[in-house]
């Protein structure tokens, strides 16, 4: 099945790509090459006879100069320029493949006339044109776009008339050589009105049916009505039936309009009727369907639609910035729907209030939201809602003799702490009660009764009142009477503020008198007092002392003594007050002795005298209370031990622990050796007291006794090493006195290399052996140890490693050994030799039972690397290596130098993939590794560029694209026009008009002054028509056919008329736009013709190529530059491919259109496209297309 390929033209460019489709058309066409002095000359080609005053659009075939292809026929050639006679030729034949070339000089006419272009908007308007002479009417009538030439010079009227719009009518004058130019936009007479759709929410569908319900067939109308309040499916589906209703054929003779119209909000033009309409948005529906208005002519109605939502509930997520602290409730409407974070359903299409608050800590915090914003899709409320703490207010008073501070209304943040501070009038009033009322708790109060205080008011949730009463200041008198005596007053007495206190007598009881009173800390001799009122501003002590006029002297003495008074034993007596003691004599009992006195409140020690054997304690004086004189004394006591030197050879009885025996004591001890053993000896305190037993003393002083046990058997341990015997072995006993003999045998193989004694090492003794132990007194040992007899195994190493161990080994008879062998780091082991025979290159190697000497030795290998060099183009690295790889040694430098070709630079080196810089020589040092080499050389630019158009009005904007390639670095545009820039893609506008040359001067490090690309009179800015248009496919399949919709773009088209001719068949169009059918697959070129009469003319050109399957091609810029490099990538496919396959040549694919791809690496890449169709597939690959840094 064959589909459209629209390829565009460029009508300057026309000769070239004529000639490039020509390829692909039927070889059985003619070419012909038309040109003229001057050019720009209108080609008109005809296979019928015509005169050159009757020439048509349709005969048109561009401007000269032009080559085109013709089928084969007699044809005539006409030339027509305005101020020049129109030239033409008699007919001539046109013959498959023939080429022929016609070069016309036109000849200028003196012109005598004028002319008149009238163009009307919109055209097709009737033009009557009248000149007036004297006696004479001249009538012309014509329709619009309309060209009148040959007028004699003179004023004309002229009238515009056109069904649906006024009149009309106006005068205009006719100069000779010169063409009038009038442009009319007809007024039309209203029979529509304009609506507006809306709908809430935007972006419904809407369909319209109605306007002239009475020019439809009978029933008609009903039966839509009917079809539409029926309805139940999609908008394309309701249209698709209205459309089946009514027919096409039937719409445009009655002013009739059906089916989708926009999507809300929009403006449209209906006629005046009656319609009908229904709106489509997913998720709504429309309250009451279908809906009817009608239009008026020349009225301005607007259609809006509240549309309902078909959800009753949206879900929407909202936090808090107090989620962390419990969340925030979530109310709507004073339901509670839960604790943020969390869902909350709403009403949807609703704007609704919804209230968050963590009370009493954060005040209520009210979030308008419009639910229509989350129809059908549950989302996250857009931030997190913040709540403000809540403020309360404290209210502090006091009273007139107190004060707090702040006080009055005091704002206070939710959770903090207010401090007051509290105090009285000084120095009468101090702080009494404080009561706090927090709302909706009971009052508390706080007793203070001091001077000052300071109250934190803590966790403040709520308001509070605080009040501060004072209290009148109280002054304590403290009154205490000693020991002997009272006071009348005892205690603390409590006196206001500077009022006198009592008087206070203090009294001794019997046996005592008065002392002294001490008032505030100072000793006063009354036995009275009283304060003054001017006294009673501050606390008060009183102490009244008393003391005794005897005191008792008690002497007592401790078990083991006495304490004499005299000759006699010591009683207790008196002594006046401040008197002195008697002087007393100590004496202990028998067994005992005297320690030490305790006198009260005195150091005895100091008041001891003795007189030969007698001790005494002196008299002591000022003695002003009952004292008790203490005698110490302690008994005479020892400690005495004994034990057993070794339990396991007897016990000792009794065996005592730290037994504490009297002076004189005598104790008795008895040995009891166990079976095999005997006393030796008793030692008491280290003395030894020979094997005395039993063993009896008088104690007298301590006692450390242990009994001594000796063996009635002596032992000989006896041991051989591996390689022999001892005989006897192990434990033997022998009798106390008597000898033993041993008898040291070694192995085969082995001798006797030690033999120690007592830990006396006798040396190595011919095997067999014999030693003995004679009149044994004690225990001994004896140990035999054996040697192997040995080979030698001599190892050595060469350059590069080492073997260990690295010296002669003595190796025992029928041991193995092993040797390691170990490289340098940059050597390999290359061979291992045993006895002077390879083994190949081992890392270890083992003697197994060895019976002789051996030699090992082992050589080494020093390893190598590969450099890969990668030459590239533009200039050469030595040396270049065998096939491009250099051998080097591990550890040793290796250096290349880097020549650029001439004229050409060193851009970059990459060492290893990476980016080391400029060098023109590299070296590798200490190489240890395999690495790769690779330069960049920049070769001079090859600029290049292309305009999106090269015919354009003055100030209208130019886009060129840069298809440089080499890498340019910079960019230098001159346009001609004196204007210049350094844009890689600048976009220009040209101001005057003229033909204007474009220079692209491209550098890299190559081309430091630059390369120049020059084209001559590249841009033609002029105010004449130039024409353009684009080709779109209206849809469909061949057969039967392809409908294509031609859109035209010209610029500079005020006053111009229009051409069309389609390519297969003489028939064409003179309307703006057209629309055309082809009926079978082939080449097709279109020619588009937009004429300002007398004055200019431009035409042009598109070929519609109809096509079995779709043909791969495309195009991109930049091709090349510094990685990352970012390329537009552009289809230019032909065939209708219906998807595409790119491959960047980096591993990355696409599957765009027209995609964008960075490269963030340097190469030359390989670009593919693949596109694809029902009809088949086509492949297009370009070699090296992109070059990156």
């Known amino acids: 099945m064959g589909k459209v390929q629209i390829i565009p033209f460029i009508a300057l460019a026309c000769v070239l790509m004529l000639l490039v489709t020509g390829s692909m058309a039927a070889p059985s066409k003619g070419v012909i090459y038309v040109d003229s002095n001057p050019d720009g000359a209108e080609i008109y080609l005809t296979n019928t006879s015509v005169s050159p005053d009757n020439l048509t659009v349709h005969d048109t075939a561009g401007i000269t100069p032009r080559e085109f292809f013709v089928d084969p026929g007699e044809y005539r050639l006409f030339l027509k320029k305005y101020g020049y006679i129109t030239w033409w030729n008699e007919s001539f034949t046109v013959a498959p493949e023939s080429y022929q070339v016609f070069n016309i000089t036109l000849t200028e006419t003196n012109p005598q006339y004028g002319a008149i272009h009238i163009d009307t908007q919109p055209p097709g308007a009737n033009l009557v044109l009248q000149r007036f002479i004297p006696n004479v009417t001249s009538v012309i009538y014509s329709s619009t776009p309309a060209s009148v030439e040959s007028l004699p010079p003179g004023t004309y009227n002229f009238t515009l008339t056109k069904d649906g719009y006024y009149p009309y009518s106006n005068t205009t004058v006719v100069k000779a050589g010169d063409v009038t130019e009038l442009y009319v936009p007809l007024v039309p007479i209203p029979d529509s009105g304009i609506v507006t759709f809306k709908s809430e929410p935007n972006s419904a569908r809407v369909v319209v049916v109605g306007g002239n319900f009475s020019a439809l067939g009978s029933g008609m109308e009903m039966e839509i009505q009917e079809y539409l309040e029926s309805y139940n499916g999609t908008p394309d589906e309701v249209s698709a039936g209205i459309k089946n209703i009514v027919g096409t054929e039937t719409i445009p003779p009655i002013k009739f309009v059906y089916g989708l119209v926009g999507t809300t909000p929009f403006d449209m033009e209906l006629y005046a009727g009656e319609y009908v309409y229904l709106y489509f948005l997913d998720g709504y529906s429309m309250n009451e369907m279908p809906r009817y208005f009608n239009v008026s002519a020349g009225e301005k109605k607007t259609i809006v639609e509240t549309l309902i939502p078909d959800q009753e509930f949206v879900q929407v997520f ?104 509290l105090s009285g009038e000084l120095p009468a009033w101090l702080v009494g009660n404080l009561t706090v009322h927090r709302d909706g708790y009971d009052p508390i109060v706080y007793p203070y009764n001091q001077p000052s205080a300071v109250y934190q008011h803590t966790k403040i949730l709520q308001n509070a009142t605080l009040s501060l009463t004072s209290v009148k200041k109280k002054v304590a008198v403290n009154a205490t009477a000693g020991k002997g005596g009272s006071v009348n007053y005892p205690g603390i007495t409590l006196y206001d503020f500077e009022t006198p206190s009592n008087q206070y007598n203090f009294t001794a009881n019997d046996g005592y008198v008065f002392k002294e009173l001490w008032v505030d800390g100072e000793q006063k001799f009354n036995d009275k007092w009283d304060f003054p009122a001017s006294q009673m501003i501050h606390n008060h002590t009183l102490l009244g002392l008393f003391r005794p006029t005897h005191v008792l002297i008690t002497p007592v003495a401790t078990t083991g003594g006495s304490i004499l008074d005299g000759t006699s034993e010591a009683t207790p007596y008196w002594i006046e007050y401040l008197g002195c003691t008697h002087q007393h004599e100590v004496v202990a009992d028998p067994g005992y002795r005297f320690t030490y006195a305790n006198f009260t409140s005195t150091d005895a020690q100091q008041l001891l005298s003795s007189e030969s054997d007698k001790i005494y304690i002196g008299s002591v004086c000022d003695i002003d209370k009952n004292t008790t004189i203490t005698a110490h004394f302690e008994p005479l006591n020892y400690t005495v031990n004994s034990r057993s030197a070794d339990e396991t050879k007897g016990i000792i009885v009794p065996a005592l622990t730290n037994y504490t025996a009297g002076f004189g004591e005598t104790l008795s001890f008895k040995s009891n050796p166990f079976a095999g053993y005997q006393l030796s000896e008793i030692t008491d305190n280290g003395i030894s007291k020979g094997a005395e037993n039993p063993y009896n003393i008088t104690v007298n002083e301590d006692h450390d006794i242990v009994a001594h046990f000796q063996s009635d058997v002596l032992t000989i341990e006896a041991v051989a090493g591996e390689g022999g015997i001892i005989e006897p072995e192990g434990s033997v006993n022998v009798t106390f006195g008597d000898s033993q003999c041993f008898n040291i045998t070694a192995n085969a193989n082995y001798y006797i290399s030690s033999v120690v004694i007592d830990g006396e090492d006798t040396g190595n003794q011919t095997s067999p052996y014999q030693y003995c132990f004679n009149n044994m007194t004690t225990d001994h040992n004896i140990s035999a140890y054996f040697t192997q007899y040995a080979y030698t195994i001599t190892p050595s190493a060469g350059v590069g490693g080492t073997i260990s161990p690295s010296t002669p080994q003595l190796v025992p008879i029928g041991d193995s050994a092993t040797f390691t062998i170990t490289p340098s780091g940059c050597y390999t082991i290359k061979d291992v030799q045993v006895d002077g025979e390879s083994k190949g290159a081992l890392s270890t190697y083992t003697f197994v039972n060895v019976t002789e000497d051996h030699t090992i030795h082992a050589d080494f290998q020093i390893k190598t690397y590969e450099i890969l060099v990668n030459q590239s183009e533009g200039g050469m690295i030595d040396p270049a290596g065998d096939d491009g790889v250099v051998t080097v040694n591990c550890g040793s430098t290796q250096c290349f130098n880097i020549t650029p070709d001439e004229g050409n630079v060193v851009y970059d080196v990459i060492v290893d993939n990476n980016s080391v810089g400029v060098y023109n020589k590299y070296c590798f040092t200490n190489i240890t590794d395999n690495h790769t080499l690779e330069a960049v050389f920049v070769i001079p630019p090859e600029p290049d560029f292309e305009a999106d158009r090269t015919r354009v009005p003055p100030k209208y904007p130019v886009s060129f694209k840069d298809f440089t390639r080499n890498n340019p670095t910079d960019w230098l545009w001159d346009f001609g026009d004196g204007e210049i820039t350094t844009t890689r893609e600048p976009v220009h506008y040209f101001a005057e008009v003229g033909n204007y040359t474009v220079t692209l001067t491209a550098y890299n490090a190559a081309a430091t002054d630059g390369v120049n690309k020059t084209k001559e009179h590249y841009i033609e800015v002029t105010t004449n028509p130039i024409a353009g248009f684009v080709a779109k496919s209206k849809g469909g399949i061949l057969p039967p056919g392809v409908e294509i919709e031609f859109v035209d773009t010209s610029l500079n088209t005020e006053g111009v008329a229009y051409g069309w001719v389609f390519g297969d068949g003489p028939k064409g169009a003179i309307s703006k736009n057209a629309t055309h059918i082809y009926d079978g697959p082939g080449v097709y070129q279109v020619t588009h013709q937009v004429e300002k009469p007398f004055i200019a003319k431009d035409y042009a050109y598109e070929t519609i190529t109809i096509l079995q399957k779709p043909e791969a091609d495309f195009i991109a810029h930049p091709v090349s530059g510094k ?37 963030s690496s340097s190469g030359n890449y390989t670009v593919s496209l693949s596109v694809f169709s029902d009809e088949g597939s086509s492949i297009k690959t370009k070699d090296g297309f992109i070059t990156v840094q």
């Open 1123 to 1159: 990685a990352p490099l970012t390329v537009q990538f552009e289809d230019r496919s032909q065939g209708f491919p219906t998807s595409w396959l790119w491959d960047f040549g980096d591993t990355v694919k696409s599957y765009d259109q027209n995609p964008v791809h960075i490269y």
């Open 318 to 421: 909202f936090e808090t910035n107090v989620d962390e602290e419990g969340g925030a409730n979530v109310a709507v409407e004073g339901d509670e729907l839960g604790t943020t974070p969390c869902w909350v359903s709403l009403p949807s299409h609703q704007i609704v209030s919804v209230t968050f608050d963590q009370m009493p800590l954060y005040a209520k915090k009210v979030v308008t939201v419009d639910t229509t914003l989350f129809e059908g899709r549950p989302s996250k409320w857009g931030e997190i809602i913040q709540l403000e703490l809540m403020t309360y207010y404290l209210t502090a008073s006091d009273d007139d003799h107190s004060t707090i501070n702040p006080s009055g209304v005091i704002a206070v943040t939710a959770g903090n702490t207010q401090e007051f501070n």
